[in-house]
């Protein structure tokens, strides 16, 4: 059924290798369906792959031209069922699909040359030829697999740069790798010498290709971790920072709602005008409005909640929060100033966009429960939320810039072997983070 594809690796084995290596990338990234779905995608995608090497290379691959048009097709194939799977952008598929077919490329010539080693490239027909492919192709994708994994939790989208240098270092390893074999005349007597060294040189060159992937995706993670790192600790500063502010503010306010207090219970007793007493009752529904101080057991909440209701009371947002904050006291300032200040941020942004009265509302809770500090906050959320590895991407244009706010509570509550939960269903944000006590 399947001929030699040039330079003599069974058409077979190209084709396994190719599906297996975007089998690689499709794994490692989000998925557009469930789970079942995408098994079923993925064994379809090995379908179309092998059907499509049968077809091209029963029709084609009778002279150069024919053979780059084959391998263009396969790519093109590669890169549509990454697309098709997985939640990425095209851009994405391309550069990721660049990566399973260099991947494929070396995994197909390593084995084929681990082949003629061994027992002379015998077909698979033979036993031992199916067993060094299933060895091979288990141990190499096996690497691949883990190697990328490390990485890719950093790169769900790639810039177009990235892309475009994956597609150049692809392009390259298969012109390298490739031309050598044109140059031959295989039906002279150094056929197999001959032969023997260029394989050799081709998988060479497609580790070499595969070497620098690895080393420009690790750099490129390296750089994605210190600006992350950089806008989560920007974050925090800012957080802690507000935090001193709302204190300030806080005890200011409360020294002179307490004094205005004496003074319009005096003007009252003095003035029994009806228009004085409509504009004193006023006046002291305002003051009231901000001497209503939170006391959870916690200065640094008690500031950061009662800063919080006054913002919500200016924006008419109802904020509702019963807190223990006796269960905080194993926190740092600076990191109950970023969770809370965080979490309500997000949740004012988020229900201030709605003019029902009853949508904007805010509901928090600090509580023990078992071994474990919970902290649970919900909001109306009527919005068609994009999670990314479990954390809903940023709506806001200019992403570089916007949504480290829940990575920033995420790292925060990682320092004390605590676990963050979010979801979103039933038009309702929550946000539930637990910490085991100590």
């Known amino acids: ?8 690796i069974p058409r077979l084995i190209t084709a396994l290798s190719q599906w297996l290596g975007i089998t690689v990338m499709i794994l490692l990234l989000e998925k557009r369906r469930s789970r079942i779905l995408s098994v079923l995608s993925i064994i379809l995608s090995g379908f179309m792959i092998i059907i499509m090497n049968y077809v091209i290379v029963t029709w084609l691959q009778r002279n150069t031209i024919e053979w780059i048009v084959d391998m263009v097709i396969s790519v093109v194939v590669m890169i549509f069922c990454i697309w098709a799977i997985c939640e990425v952008d095209f851009c994405s598929a391309i550069g990721y699909g660049m990566i399973g077919f260099v991947e494929g490329e070396f995994a197909a010539s390593a084995e084929w040359l681990l082949s003629c080693w ?4 015998i077909t698979l027909q033979n036993g031992w030829a199916i067993f060094i492919l299933i060895g091979s192709f288990g141990i190499m994708y096996g690497i691949f697999y883990y190697l990328e994994r490390k990485i890719s939790e950093h790169f769900v ?34 056929e197999i010498d001959a032969g023997m060294i260029l394989a050799i040189i081709r998988t060479l060159v497609d580790f070499g290709a595969i070497a620098v992937i ?9 750089e994605s971790v210190k600006k992350e790192l950089t806008a989560i600790n920007h974050m925090l500063n800012l957080q802690y920072k507000q935090y001193l502010d709302y204190k300030m503010n806080t005890e200011y306010i409360s020294r002179q709602c307490h004094d205005l207090k004496y003074q319009i219970a005096a003007l009252r007793s003095a003035c029994s005008s009806e228009e004085r007493e409509t504009y004193l009752k006023e006046l002291e529904a305002a003051v009231q409005q901000y001497d209503s101080q939170k006391v959870t057991g916690n200065a640094v909440l008690d500031s950061i909640l009662t800063q919080k209701q006054m913002q919500c009371a200016q924006k008419n947002i109802q904020f509702i929060c019963n807190a223990d904050g006796r ?12 969770i809370f200040g965080n979490i309500i941020d997000n949740a004012m942004e988020c229900v201030a966009k709605y003019e029902d009265e009853d949508d904007r509302i805010i509901q928090g ?9 919970i902290i649970r906050f919900e909001n109306c959320c009527y919005e068609q939320l994009k999670f990314e590895k479990g954390i809903p991407a940023t709506t806001k244009e200019d992403k570089t810039r916007h949504g480290y ?15 963050v939960q979010i979801k979103c269903e039933e038009g309702w944000f929550v946000i539930k983070i637990l910490i085991p006590i100590m």
């Not at 690895?214 to 390296?222: K, P, T």
């Open 1 to 8: 059924m399947f001929e030699m594809a040039s330079p003599g």
């Open 118 to 121: 061994l027992i002379g490239g």
């Open 157 to 190: 989208c790639l810039e177009k740069k990235q892309t475009l240098v994956f597609v150049l270092v692809a392009l390259l390893a298969m012109i390298v790798g490739n031309l050598g074999f044109y140059r031959v005349d295989y039906q002279t007597a150094v």
């Open 214 to 222: 690895l080393f420009l995706q690790r750099s490129w993670q390296e």
């Open 327 to 338: 269960l905080l006291k194993n926190l740092a300032v600076r990191d109950i100033s970023n």
């Open 365 to 373: 809770s600090v509580y023990q429960k078992n071994q474990f500090l």
């Open 405 to 419: 706010g829940v990575t920033s509570i995420i790292y925060t509550v990682k320092k004390y072997n605590g676990h």
